[in-house]
């Protein structure tokens, strides 16, 4: 079977500074995968590679999916928009008609505990409710894959735990291909299959589920798949 | 709680305001006393003139003809000038080739356009329009480029990432986000736009208020002049708030 996401020795530069160096691994469909390393490591990189907001300098980036959900470090909801029609415009962009986006953004957006807040503008909302809002925004269009970059790392703990558990709670209802991209392996281990650490050189290997990874991203375990299957 | 925009607004400033109205009218009625009638009309004498004017037909059809061209003017020119400052905003290439056309139109002397039009389409409404709109449409040219220059990357990266068609993006993102600097630079472009207009008429109508001051210098009547005045500062009050502000309103409703 052709996996979701496929790296073929992909090279990303920029300028002089070669960020990802010859990266090739493969994602199965519905595998959860927990991306670790260093801040300013690249791992925002592959992700944007992932969602085809970056082109590769080198190298082959194949991803099969129709839909691709992103919630970002910062919620990115469109200030002069209300919680609902936020959550309603990729919906909108995908075709749906309004009356059908806009039943459909309620309901998940009752499910994730906004009832309350859907005229509500991102500026009356608290920091821990904009990236529900985004977590919502994300799984509303229906994600093949889903791609999280630190989502809860500015939250307080409370709040990390609230939204971790709902968004386990989501991906129980509507599984995806989930990329999860973190510098805290012990937020990724709960819920990943597999544990990917992106060293400093701009390569990936493999790191325990059960152990943290040294702190210089160095491998405990390698074996990442060079190449794509066909 | 929610509370209307009379009491959110600061007494002080409402205060400050009104005492600058005061100073103004003080400095009128104190330079039409220092002066010759015929130089500086008083408070009094302008509203009293703008009180018998007020019934005449003759203001009517000057003040709506000049109402309309204003309007068309700055309809022409503002959508002439957002529409592609948009397309220059989204597109560098474009920009660039509009960057020669651009320098020329905000460096021309206004003066020069009111000779050219008037060579090229005579007396008239069309004129005016015409002149109106060249002058405006920079201004919100450059505005709304500048507008879109700025709008926040991370919003855009997401419309990338979920799809927004072209229409979505600058119906949902780009006009929102240009909505601020643009509502200033329309402040400006009103003021410009009833300027203009009446410089136009008064070089090269047969009707309208600019027509109308020319007559009022040849007859000498200063007061009829200054009420005329007014009428235009009032026109700049009505396109302000009630054609401005609304749409301002509308698109900040979210920052209330």
Known sequence: MTPAVCFDAVVKRYGSREVLSGLAFEIQHREIVGLLGRSGIGKTTLLKLVAGLEKPTRGKVRVQARRIGYVFQEPRLLPWKTTLENVTLPLRAAGLRLNEAVERATRLLAAMGLSEFLQSYPSQLSGGMCQRVSLARAFTVGPDILLLDEPFSSLDIEMKNELQAMLVERLAVQPATVLYVSHAPEEVRQIADRLLTLTAAGTLVEASLQNTPRPDGKPERSGVRASCSA | MKQTRLFTTPFRDRLFTALGL???LGGWQLLSFLTHDILVASPAQTVASLWDMLSTAYFREHSLVTLKRIFIGILFGGMGGFVLGVTA???????NLLNP???????????????????????????VIFIASVLIMPIVY?????????????LVEMAQLYRFS?????????????????????????????RVVLLAELMGANDGIGYAVGTTRTDLDTPRLFAWILVSLAMVSVL?????????????????
Request: positive net charge; glycine residues 6%.
């Open chain 2, 240 to 256: 302000e708030f009630c054609l401005l502000r609304p749409v301002e309103k509308h698109f900040r409703k979210w920052q209330s």
């Open chain 2, 142 to 154: 450059v505005n709304t480029v500048k507008g879109i220059e700025m709008v926040d990357t991370t």
């Open chain 2, 166 to 194: 072209l229409f979505m993006r600058i119906r949902d993102l780009y006009t929102p986000a240009i909505i601020g600097p643009l509502s200033a630079a329309m402040v400006l472009v009103i003021c410009m736009g009833v």
């Open chain 2, 22 to 24: 005061l100073l103004l």
């Open chain 2, 89 to 95: 905003g989204l597109n560098r290439d474009i920009r």
């Open chain 2, 101 to 127: 056309l651009r320098w020329i139109m905000l460096s021309i002397s206004p003066v020069v356009v009111v000779v050219l039009a008037m060579l090229w389409f005579g007396m008239g409404s069309t004129m």
